[in-house]
T-cell receptor
Framework: KQEVTQIPAALSVPEGENLVLNCSFT??????LQWFRQDPGKGLTSLLL?????REQTSGRLNASLDKSSGRSTLYIAASQPGDSATYLC??????????FGQGTILTVHP | SAVISQKPSRDICQRGTSLTIQCQVD?????MFWYRQQPGQSLTLIAT?????????ESGFVIDKFPISRPNLTFSTLTVSNMSPEDSSIYLC??????????????FGEGSRLTVL
């Protein structure tokens, strides 16, 4: 059974800092891995998708890396802004459409 | 990406009743997925809904409790039957579509927040 751990559980930083959110998973036989953000009371917004054959993906200020063999992924947020405040979820996919979610990292960026 | 609409967005229900959640997508998709997010917890897959066949349920979820319909390629419903307070959760519909087609990237609706008294 896939288990996903996200560290830290919560993070509070001043605006402008570069951030690293960590995700580890126990079953390396994954199909892909997605990072999402969830705003309070809202659904999930897909941020980045990394296929199992890829090492990293970038979108704007976001960069996600994947080390499948060691069961790790990292989300890097550059020059954080208050609008980045949300819960960030890591979700490796072990088969089509089947994602296992971590508990998330609650990020607060204050002005 | 696709627009995924869920109804209701929230509801307060009485113990023992049933509620049906609707999910509408603005494009045709092969599979739709239903997830649950219990309070303070992360998301768990309930079942996969294919058009024209019975849904496939994950361990711990059964059809009698969570019947699913998939009448066409843009619509699905999830019913939460005989509800108890433990069913208080956010239920989310998910699809692979738009820029995610054939890549396995999932997109989610806004969710339906159910509170069972």
């Amino acid at each position: 059974k896939q288990e996903v751990t996200q560290i830290p559980a919560a993070l509070s930083v001043p605006e402008g800092e570069n951030l690293v959110l960590n995700c580890s998973f126990t079953d390396s036989a994954i199909y892909n891995l997605q990072w999402f953000r969830q705003d309070p009371g809202k659904g999930l917004t897909s941020l980045l998708l990394i296929q199992s054959s890829q090492r990293e993906q970038t979108s704007g200020r976001l960069n996600a890396s994947l080390d499948k063999s060691s069961g790790r992924s990292t989300l890097y947020i550059a020059a954080s802004q208050p609008g980045d405040s949300a819960t960030y979820l890591c979700a490796p996919g072990t088969s089509y459409g089947k994602l296992t979610f971590g508990q998330g990292t609650i990020l607060t960026v204050h002005p | 990406s696709a627009v995924i609409s869920q109804k209701p967005s929230r509801d307060i229900c009485q113990r023992g009743t049933s509620l049906t959640i609707q999910c509408q997508v603005d494009s045709q998709v092969t599979m739709m997925f239903w997830y649950r997010q219990q309070p303070g917890q992360s998301l768990t897959l309930i079942a996969t809904a294919n058009q024209g066949s019975e849904a496939t349920y994950e361990s711990g979820f059964v059809i009698d409790k969570f019947p699913i319909s998939r009448p066409n390629l843009t619509f699905s419903t999830l019913t939460v039957s005989n509800m108890s307070p433990e069913d208080s959760s956010i239920y989310l519909c998910s699809v692979e579509t738009g820029r995610g087609a054939n890549t396995g990237e999932l997109f989610f609706g806004e969710g339906s927040r159910l509170t069972v008294l």
